[in-house]
């Protein structure tokens, strides 16, 4: 199983990460419980959401709030901010969109959010990073882009171009691209990290059909799994 994660994430004691496209589609919720399996994660105590490319944060704040949630349908939201819930975890699902991981030292508060170039623009990075603090991380915080959609490839047209900062928008012959990582590292340094406490290897998700599912290349609503998940 390939696994996209980061080193500074792991040494606290979280797991977690991006799972290239071999393990397969993981839009079903069922598809995911192998591989959960596969990895000695209980399933069950993985958070899912109804994702729609919004701003709104869910706040699980004890385990007890994780296992209220876990009982009920999937709610819509494209973010979890968990803080003290030792044995939960969360997941997100992506297909060119960034899966942004968000984690104090402790690695007692975490948070992982579903951006997209919509959410992005709603300022969901700077969002999930402050309710992050809300919820009792104390800082330093780091970050890790998981593998999504880089400037060579996310072409948009003008009226989308002009709803990002000027520093994260790329112009040839005419053609607007945007640039998520920097227009996400400006929201995350605006929240208080660090430059060098954000973290984004450069996996395009349209340019390495052999790993990643993407959306823009192949229109099939095939999603990679982004799972993040406190041990007991
Ligand atoms: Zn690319």
Redesign the pocket.
């Known amino acids: 199983m390939k696994i996209y994660a980061d080193d500074q994430l792991l040494a606290t004691g979280l797991r977690g990460g991006t799972l290239s496209r071999h393990t397969g589609n993981m839009r079903e919720t069922a598809a995911q419980t192998p591989v959960y399996q596969a990895l000695d994660i209980p399933a069950d105590k993985i958070l899912h959401i109804h994702q729609t490319h919004s701003d709104k944060i869910i706040l699980i704040s004890s385990p007890s709030e994780a296992q209220a949630l876990a009982q009920q349908p999937a709610q819509e939201a494209d973010a979890w901010v968990l803080a003290n819930c030792p044995g939960w975890g969360a997941a997100i699902l992506t297909a060119d969109c960034v899966p942004l991981f968000l984690w104090d030292t402790t690695g007692n508060f975490f948070a992982l959010a579903h951006c997209g170039w919509r959410g992005v623009v709603r300022q969901l990075p700077y969002k999930t990073a402050e309710a992050l603090k809300q919820a009792g991380a104390k800082g330093p915080l780091f970050a890790y882009l998981g593998p999504h ?2 400037k ?2 996310f072409e948009v047209q003008a009226d989308t171009a002009c709803q990002f900062s000027p520093q994260s928008v790329l112009t040839q012959n005419n053609k607007f691209f945007v640039d998520l990582t920097t227009e996400i590292r400006l929201q995350l340094e605006k929240a208080g990290l660090t430059a060098k406490n954000i973290h984004a290897p450069a996996y ?1 998700t ?2 390495d059909k052999d790993n990643f599912f993407s959306w823009r290349r192949d229109h099939i609503r095939q999603n990679l799994l982004s799972f993040i998940y406190k041990p007991l």
Do not use: E
Request: overall charge neutral; charged content about 0%.
């Open positions: 959609i880089q060579c490839c395009c349209c340019c």
